[in-house]
Each structure stands twice: as C-alpha cells, then as structure tokens.
C-alpha cells in the first residue's frame, strides 16, 4: 500500500463530522497536506481533545445527534489543553454569510458547504503560518 506523503504533517487538523461522504471527500483532501484525525460525533471530538491537541478543529454543526457543534466547542473551550486550537465551524444551514453570527457564538471561522478546499487549506497554512515554516527548512 503506498502512503500519500503531508505536506506539513505537524499540522494537526481534527475533522467532526458525522456525514460519510463529507468525512471520505475532506479527508481524501486534508490528509494530503495535513495530519488528520476524525471524529464522527460530539463525544468522540472531545475524547480526542483531551488527549491530544489539535491546531486546527474543523466542527461541523449538525451532527445529528446527542450534541451540535456549538455545544462540542463550548466543552473542548473549556479544557486549557486546547486554548491554542482554531476551531472553525463548519455548516450547509444557513448562508455563507453568516460567518459574523459563528464568529459570535465563538468560532474562528467560518465554512459554509460545499466547503471551498483550497479556500480552506490556504486557511490553514496561513493560520499555522510558523509550523509551515518550520517544516520548509526540514525539507
């Protein structure tokens, strides 16, 4: 099996997603440039925040289930082992003007699906401008 080499894989990218076919086309994306992990529910995301820390947390809004995404972020907010994490939110409700409205309720940023992925990348290489850098003068 070959294995796709990151691009900046010390950009750690957690991805919240409940809807197959989002996880399978972000991370087909994303894990090309970026390391990622996935988490399918609210509990999953936070189980993994508590263990690990992530630069960028991509949360989708409607989860469908026991917790949405506002909720997720209020508690991986609360643990200080994320207080550097981004966490952006990610959404088809609504329109992709509401980025005010994410931003406040506490988000980053926002992304409105079909999410633009080079948008999104650039948006992550910029905002971990110095782990970019760091991985440029390894190569």
Known sequence: MLK??????????????????SI????????????????RNG????QFTHKKTFDIILLDIDLGHSMDGTEVMDEI?????NDNSKIYAVTGIGLPDDGDYYEGLGFDDFFHKPVNHIH??????????EKTILNTKSI
């Open 4 to 21: 796709v080499m990151t691009k900046y894989p010390n950009i750690r990218v957690l991805l919240v997603e409940n809807d197959e076919v």
């Open 24 to 39: 399978f086309v972000m991370q087909k994306i994303l894990e090309k440039i970026f390391t990622v992990t996935v988490a």
């Open 43 to 46: 509990v999953e995301a936070i």
């Open 77 to 81: 907010r609360k643990d200080p082992l």
């Open 120 to 129: 999104l990348v650039e948006m992550i290489k910029q905002e971990c401008f």
